[in-house]
């Protein structure tokens, strides 16, 4: 096949459809879950007791009833991964009886209204055991019982199709009072897995590395270390954190230095990050040195010590007495835990130790953080010190929200959008860190909602940076979402910064694979159901080839295969021509198809029917009048001229425009 995009087209118009409502998207889930409950599986708490959260997951989606399980408890005690482990035992169940392979997929809870969950839009693929998390999210819903019912419906539904459904849920959230149908499918996590069993059973058969187990024995010797990382894990330690000593453990250089450095990495560099902040009590110069470092990683020691004497304030010495005093600028580095090699300063061989010092640094400094995001911006303007750091600063701030659990630090760092510099790197500096913490687990949902009422907001500038949010990832996991702040964006009176940028969004989004009928849906409905501006707005840049024809050509690819598709088109040009703020963008993506038309990059016969009935519909709306007749003091392009000659008219009108055009050409 010489063309590939042409290729592409004809796969993608087969899927536009006008009547299916787009499901949630899936995900596989991790491998590296799935191997935990194949081959460390732990069910023995602290008192050696069996946790039996997944055993009753099981019962739950086997027992007769619906096929869904509800694993509600407090965090920490594994409820996920016995989740995952209840559906991956169905589905040896069921491939062992009816020789039938189920797939282990998660359900992302894309809601449009995350406050009103639409089940109707749950994922209904037979032979799949799904995992839908709402543990972070239940809390919100206004209407928890109707939910829940809708959810027991749902998996009732799924008997059908051969799968089943797992819902992670809070330790309060699901509504097991409001009927016996919701109260039964729960599984109740009462005691969490032992941690040290856990570390030791991920280091011998996720890492394979059970010479290290001697590290977590309880009975300590001075002999081989023994015992030497025991004391990292409690009664009380999460599953989670176990998994993560063991990974920390399986990485480590077998020696006590190379141990003793493991065990500080876990511990977050608590001990190091507190001692170095003890030693330089009435010291701000080496402090401030330090926090270059870690914004200024990899750079040469002497950008660190301009960028430390910026965040002061201060010029640089001049004072040859002051120059000559004190310690080498490398001892100060050290001293402070970087590591110093030929003239580049490096935090980078202590895994985590940056993230630590801004931890200490933001929770124990609190007045320092609208000076810590001011110098940040002077460091990442187009010359400053750090223009090409924006990716690091912005996963330490992404790391910093996250490790923090809470949407202030989120808040603050989103009020840094007016109150910093107004460039582009700026805006999109802040765009990362939202979009990262948009997804974390425990934090995700508050600052979805915070990205909600951010499209909404009149500043331009915030606006414009939900918009830089929904051009990345955030658009790909949670395209609903994404849409329904964007058609918020795109609302806005004037067509600003911030409308441009949603519109440049939505065409991204468009041509992803698989994304295009999810859109187009959503669009044809803003335009010709709710007739928002968004909506015509957004049709009109959808359809406009004059950045990317891809759009344009799939959906008249489509138009020639299904009536409704075509018909979808045309109500949607009625209905931005009756809006008499989209005129000007009207005239222009009608002139840019009679570009493309020409150019023959489209079905020249079916757009010429297109506009051929466009235009006899709406002669008289400015817009299309201009097209048609032309406008005084505006030469006509050759393509427009063509067009008009190959426009099926009446005759009076016909000879109308043969009239204009005669006349056109005289003068």
């Known amino acids: 096949m010489g063309n590939n995009r042409n290729s592409k087209i004809i796969v993608a118009a087969g899927s536009v459809t006008m009547t299916s409502k787009p499901q949630l998207p899936v995900t596989d889930i991790p491998q590296s879950e799935l191997d935990a409950v194949r081959q460390a599986w732990v069910e023995l708490s602290v008192l050696d007791e069996r946790v039996l959260t997944a055993t009753e997951a099981v019962e739950r989606l086997t027992g007769g009833g619906p096929r869904m399980a509800v694993v509600v408890g407090p965090g920490g005690y594994g409820k996920r991964t016995a989740g995952i482990k209840a559906l991956w035992d169905v589905s040896l169940a069921e491939e062992r009886s009816r020789g039938t392979t189920l797939r282990l997929q998660e359900i992302v809870p894309d809601w449009e209204n995350p406050g009103s969950p639409d089940t109707a839009v749950l994922p209904d693929e037979p032979g799949t055991c799904y995992l839908l998390d709402v543990a972070a999210e239940i809390g919100s819903w206004q209407r928890p019982g109707y939910v829940a019912e809708q959810l027991v419906s749902y998996a009732e539904e799924l008997t059908s199709q051969g799968s089943f459904l797992v819902v992670i849920a ?253 460039s582009g790197g700026h805006r999109e500096l802040i765009a990362r860190v939202l979009t990262v913490a948009a997804e974390a687990d425990a934090l995700g949902a508050e600052v979805r909602a915070l990205l909600l009422d951010s499209a909404q907001d009149e500043s331009e500038a915030v606006a414009t940076v939900v918009a830089l949010v929904c051009q990345g990832e955030f658009a790909q996991h949670y395209p609903r979402q994404a849409l329904v702040r964007l058609r918020h964006i795109l609302d806005r009176r004037e067509p600003d910064e911030a409308v441009t940028t949603a519109q440049k969004a939505l065409r991204d989004m468009a041509a992803r694979d698989g994304q295009l009928p999810r859109v187009w849906n959503t669009v044809i409905k803003w335009a010709t159901e709710k007739r928002h501006l968004a909506g015509h707005r957004a049709f009109l840049s959808l359809l406009d080839p004059r950045v990317d024809p891809y759009v344009l050509q799939v959906m008249l690819a489509a138009a020639k295969q299904k009536q409704d598709v075509r018909e979808a088109l045309l109500d949607g040009w009625n209905a931005v021509l009756a809006d008499p703020r989209v005129h000007a963008d009207c005239r222009q993506v009608l002139t840019a198809w009679a570009e493309v038309r020409k150019a023959a990059d489209v079905p020249t016969e079916l757009m010429t029917e297109l506009l051929n009935q466009i235009i006899l519909e709406h002669l008289y709306e400015s817009p299309v009048s201009a097209l048609f007749f032309g406008e005084p003091g505006v030469a006509d392009g050759e393509a427009v001229i063509d067009l008009r000659k190959d426009l099926r008219l009446p005759p009076a009108l016909s000879n109308m425009l043969s009239t204009h055009e005669r006349a056109t050409a005289e003068s």
């Open 170 to 422: 809070d330790e309060h959230g699901w509504p097991e009072a409001s009927s016996g149908a919701v109260a039964n499918v729960v599984a109740r996590a009462t005691a969490r897995p032992s941690a040290h069993r856990v570390a030791k059973m991920h280091l011998e058969y996720m890492h394979h590395r059970p010479d290290r187990i001697r590290w977590l024995n309880t009975a300590s010797t001075d002999a081989g270390l023994v015992g030497e990382a025991a004391h990292l894990l409690s009664d009380r330690s999460r599953p989670a954190d176990a998994a993560r000593l063991a990974t920390t453990l399986a990485s480590a250089g077998d020696s006590r230095e190379g141990l003793k450095e493991a065990l500080s990495a876990f511990q977050e560099w608590r001990a190091d990050v507190q001692s170095v902040f003890t030693k330089t009590e009435d010291k701000p110069d080496d402090r401030a040195l330090l926090i270059s470092s870690l914004f200024l990683n990899g750079k040469d020691a002497l950008t660190v010590q301009d960028g430390a004497r910026a965040l002061l304030g201060d010029s640089p010495e001049i004072d040859v007495r002051t120059i000559l005093t004190g310690p080498d600028l490398t001892a100060r580095l050290t001293n402070m835990g970087a590591e110093v090699k030929g003239r580049t300063v490096s935090l980078d061989h202590k895994t985590g130790y940056a993230r630590a010092v801004l931890l200490h640094l933001w929770q124990q400094r609190a007045d320092i953080h609208p000076h810590l995001l001011l110098w940040l911006d002077k460091i990442t303007a187009p010359r400053g010190l750090g223009a090409d750091q924006r990716a690091v600063i912005g996963d330490l701030l992404v790391q910093l929200a996250v490790a923090e659990n809470d949407i202030r630090v989120v808040r603050q760092v989103h009020a840094w959008i007016d109150n910093g510099d107004n």
